[in-house]
């Protein structure tokens, strides 16, 4: 379904937040691409890093976080360099966001059809106000909202319709990517199912590419083309969907696909990973994830391994265990 | 040794039967109105359940299915509005005031939030003492630290002596949701309520959590109530596996059997839409999702009417019985 | 961009071309120097973590100090003066010297002596009502969230009837009506009449934190019901009360200092809002005395500007982007030597 052109190139990307007395490093010189028309998923645990990538690939970064290096290329042009002009082409008209919480992100006193013109209105202001309402109505009906409930506001739709507004939005100016930032995890299962199964739908359709963060790894397979797999703040696999459950190369990888208790089979005792992830204040030499890996050699605590990519699985990992 | 043991008033003994039951409870909330025009919620519809000591059982349901008003019914904050609460046989709402403090004492729940359920700005020890100085009077000076240092311990806070000093926002999430089942076990409860305790947690660190639970059961004997809205560990922590759907106790049974040959309609919607990494996502189905109705005093019927591909005139009617399927399997559906 | 086409495996750094590697993020080490992030002083870990922060911010020190000083000179400055405030000391008008390091009031009285005596009473005065205003807006506030129902009530319509009453003016029919309004008796009913926003935002925080699940719990667990508003809720709105504590002293201190300047108080008690009154009667400005009327407003000024430092690092020690926001000028200068702006505007 995706093409292998790159969309979106991240190369060295680093974020940092700036504390009182210490700089916590969030995310360590990462590499990727998204692809064209593909669903690229960042998956990891809290604290690895995940959304503040997502933050930073939108310009979103807020203090005391600081991308203090690397570049985000879309189409060859540095994101990161963009000014205020550029930036505003960019926003909604290239890349747009959909939020966690759409409680958050809607505004309560505004009916929604303000909120989606608004939007409209700021980058096409040609299209003037009829033309924005719409393609207002175009939206509803594309996200499956009947367009008489347009003037409604967000307390009066349940938390999926409000989702589903927010991907409205999210698609109002045609952009070629959405970072989702765990656009489902507040929802109850089947709403859930509902909305992924849209968003797919809608890719499909239009040909956008999507980069899908969550810490729901199952949902993830099923829905994305390719994961990228975050540890600490550092890409640690990067695979085809169906790879990372069945042919793991990481042995993070491996224990994040075995925490997840089967729906069929014995009953069976599993065991999580042990251990916390390190402070990133004072991050360990070598392998971030030694302390905690079951097959860490002597090399793992001093050499930290590169992310390296293997044809043979068609996927990327950062372990000493592979060569 | 703990209050319950001492206390000779106690009647039937905890090695049969349930330690701890609903019967058929109904719970009401108002929701607003005027006086003489109030609507009244009905959270709970005719509930009924039993927890057995050394077992677990998992309520299963989406928000607004009523799982969590019914742990804390269990725990004491909530009157039922209709139906009893048994504690070893007996009605709790017939306690005095010394019962029910020996009661609060026996089931102890542990919360969702792990960043909630602790106060920011006590110690850890602070935690653990609080509960031991109110209901464990035979304890007293050194002592109590021992005991302390004992449930961290238990619940794999080691060094245990590291931990007491530390306040909570020094802990990650899956260490202070063991810190909250220490404080739950530091009274010597018989049951243990979880309310979504690992919702809020890691994917990785979830295992550890349940993990330690189940040997938690295991050797105290603790019978288990374990809310989730996760139907995959359900069956993976508990034994028995019931399923609620707006307030009404749809399905019961194993929770193998639960999960490999559901039989209610809900029940079937839930595991098709658990995220399922050995099949891709389809597109092009007609939607499922519909808003959980807002059941009140005046509805009738089963609720899940509106959504159920099996519908049919006496649906809208009466609520279906109780058919029982065998080896404690139980639905409730007219159309099987 | 180059295809995957290689058939051995090979490290993503070696794709990284030129402009990637060049715009490579520093070491967090340099980054702490270039942003001049010091590491936390090895005594201040040694404190409770509250204080800690405290201690470290420099709004927050600044403000303490100042207030100090201020309070020091209010207990010592009486003693380094050999003068009477309420006698006369000198010549009238005398410029500041040796004799008379402010100079004299109109009426020959020594200004330095008048300022230390007058700084006792309306830092007492203004601390003692500010302080008694924030513990009744603390119980009234904790009592009504907490228990909520008929005491919710009742209490929140004291609370809207204090509100509502206009404060000045309300001062000023009380102070009309007894015979001196010395500055204790101003003190009373500034008290008296101030505690109303600092309950109505204890409230509101209690009613937030009521439903906490560490209340709960204590509740469940059968704690007392004091026990659990003491420990458990009133530690956990604390910045709240300390803001209401430093706002309702700046408010008690300017309210009292505006009362005696309109002549309202008692004209023989020495206070700063006294001197001022006495100075404007005596038309300082005009006869280029200017040491008659500047030191009380000074005192007056840096006292509230120290207090409002001490609630700016209270809010800065809750709020972690406002910490950040301090090193704004030094982020900015480290993206524009990268040729690049800032995310957020």
């Excluded at chain 1, 390719?226 to 600490?232: D, E, T």
């Excluded at chain 2, 359940?49 to 059982?57: F, M, N, P, S, V």
């Excluded at chain 2, 019914?73 to 009157?79: C, K, P, R």
Aim: with cysteine.
């Amino acid at each position: 379904m995706s093409s292998d052109r790159a969309l979106i190139e991240v190369r060295n990307l680093t974020v940092d937040y700036v504390g009182d007395h210490s700089v916590a490093r969030a995310v360590n010189g990462i590499d990727f691409d998204i692809r064209e028309g593909e669903a690229f998923g960042l998956a990891g645990e809290s604290g690895c890093g995940k959304s503040t990538v997502a933050f930073a690939l939108a310009r979103l970064t807020r203090l005391p976080g600081l991308v203090s290096g690397g570049q985000v290329r879309l189409n060859g042009d540095d994101v990161l360099k963009f000014d205020k002009a550029r930036l505003k082409v960019y926003r909604w008209n290239e890349v747009s966001f959909v939020f966690q919480s759409a409680m958050n992100a809607l505004n309560p006193v505004i009916p929604v059809s303000e909120q989606i013109m608004d939007v409209i209105e700021t980058h096409e202001p040609a299209l003037g106000k009829d033309g924005a309402r719409k393609r207002a109505v175009d939206l509803f009906e594309l996200v499956g909202i009947p367009p008489s409930r347009l003037d409604d506001f967000p307390h009066q739709f349940s938390g999926g319709m409000r989702q589903r507004i927010c991907i409205a939005i999210a698609l109002a100016l045609q952009p070629k990517l959405i970072i989702m930032d765990e656009p489902t995890t507040a929802l109850d299962v089947v709403v859930q199912r509902d909305i992924i199964e849209q968003i797919v739908d809608l890719k499909n359709r239009l040909g956008f590419s999507v980069l899908f963060i969550t810490h729901d790894l199952g949902l993830m397979i099923e829905f994305c083309d390719r994961i990228g797999v975050m540890y600490s703040g550092e890409l640690v696999e990067v695979a085809p969907a169906e790879s990372i459950l069945t042919t793991p190369q990481h042995p993070y990888t491996r224990a994040l696909g075995n925490s997840f208790p089967p729906l069929t089979g014995p009953r069976q005792r599993l065991e999580g990973i042990a251990g916390t992830p390190p402070d990133l204040r004072d991050l360990p030499a070598g392998c971030r994830f030694a302390p905690r890996c079951p097959h860490a050699m002597e090399k793992c605590r001093i050499d930290a391994p590169q992310l390296r990519f293997y044809p043979e699985h068609m996927s990327q990992a950062a372990c000493h265990l592979l060569n | 040794m703990s209050l319950a043991e001492l206390d000779t008033t106690s009647a039937a003994p905890a090695t049969e039967g349930p330690v701890l039951e609903m019967d058929g409870i109904d719970k009401e909330f108002v929701l607003g109105g005027a006086f003489l025009n109030q609507t009244f919620l009905k959270a709970l519809s005719g509930v009924s359940l039993q927890l057995t000591r050394g077992k677990a059982l998992a309520l299963v349901g989406e928000s607004g299915s009523g799982k969590s008003t019914c742990a804390r019914m269990l725990a004491g904050a909530y009157e039922p509005s209709a139906g009893s609460i048994r504690y070893r046989g007996e009605d709790i709402a017939r306690f005095d005031g010394k019962r029910m403090q020996i009661y609060r004492a026996q089931v102890q729940m542990v919360f969702q939030d792990p960043f909630g359920s602790l106060n920011p700005t006590q110690s850890i020890g602070y935690h653990l003492e609080r509960p031991i100085r109110l209901h464990r009077p035979d304890l007293k000076g050194k002592a109590i630290e021992a005991e302390m240092l004992d449930l961290l311990e238990r619940v794999g806070l080691r060094p245990a002596a590291d931990y007491l000093k530390r306040r909570p926002h020094e802990l990650s999430g899956g260490q202070r949701q063991r810190v909250a089942i220490a404080r739950a076990l530091s009274v010597q409860p018989e049951v243990l309520l979880a309310d979504e305790p690992t919702s809020m947690l890691d994917v990785s660190v979830r295992l550890g959590i349940l993990n330690l639970l189940e040997d938690l059961k295991r050797d105290r004997q603790l019978a288990a109530l374990y809310i989730t809205h996760d139907i995959a560990t359900a069956r993976y922590f508990a034994e028995e596996t019931a399923v609620m759907y707006a307030g009404h106790l749809v399905e019961q049974g194993p929770s193998q059997q639960i999960t490999d040959n559901p039989r209610h309609p809900y029940t079937q919607l839930l595991i098709e839409s658990v995220p399922n990494p050995n099949r891709k996502i389809e597109t092009g189905r007609a939607r499922r999702a519909v808003d959980i109705p807002l059941w009140t005093r005046d509805s009738r019927g089963c609720p899940f009417v509106s959504r159920c591909p099996r519908v049919s005139a006496i649906c809208k009617e009466t609520m279906p019985g109780l058919t029982v399927l065998g080896e404690g399997h139980m639905v409730r559906c007219h159309n099987l | 961009m180059t295809e995957i086409t290689q058939t051995s495996a090979y490290s993503l750094t070696d794709r990284l071309d030129a402009a990637a590697i060049a715009s490579a993020a520093p070491s967090q080490a340099q980054l702490m120097k270039e942003l001049r992030v010091k590491a936390r002083p090895g005594w201040v870990s040694r404190l409770p973590s509250g204080l800690g922060a405290f201690v470290t911010n420099p709004k927050g020190m600044t403000g303490v100090i100042i207030l100090l000083a201020l309070i020091l000179f209010s207990i010592f400055g009486p003693m380094l003066s050999d003068y009477n405030p309420n006698r006369r000391a000198g010549g009238p008008h005398v410029m500041p010297s040796q004799e008379h390091v402010l100079g004299t009031t109109r009426m020959g009285k020594d200004v330095f002596t008048q300022l230390a005596y007058g700084g006792r009473v309306s830092l007492s005065v203004g601390f003692g009502a500010g302080l008694s205003a924030a513990l009744i807006g603390l119980a009234i506030g904790i009592s009504a969230g907490y228990f909520g129902g008929r005491v919710d009530e009742i209490l929140t319509f004291f609370v809207n009837v204090v509100l509502v009453l206009p404060g000045l003016p309300l001062i000023i029919v009380i102070a009309t009506m007894v015979e001196t309004a010395s500055p204790w008796v101003i003190g009373v009913v500034l008290a008296a009449t101030g505690w109303g926003w600092s309950a109505r935002t204890i409230r509101t925080q209690t009613l937030s934190l009521r439903t906490r699940e560490f209340v709960l719990s204590a509740e469940l667990m059968g704690e007392k019901k004091w026990r659990i508003i003491l420990v458990e809720i009133f530690p956990n709105m604390l910045s709240f009360f300390m803001s209401g504590l430093v706002l309702g002293t700046i408010a008690a201190i300017l309210a009292e200092a505006a009362l005696e300047f309109i002549g309202l108080g008692d004209p023989n008690a020495i206070t700063w809002g006294t001197m001022l009154f006495w100075a404007q009667n005596n038309l300082a400005l005009q006869s280029n005395a200017w040491w008659e009327i500047w030191p009380p407003c000074i005192a007056i000024m840096l006292t509230g500007a120290a207090l409002v430092m001490v609630n700016f690092s209270v809010d800065e020690i809750t709020n972690p982007q406002l910490r950040a926001s301090r090193k704004i000028g030094l982020i900015r200068k480290f993206l524009s030597s990268r040729g690049r702006s800032a995310d957020v505007f």
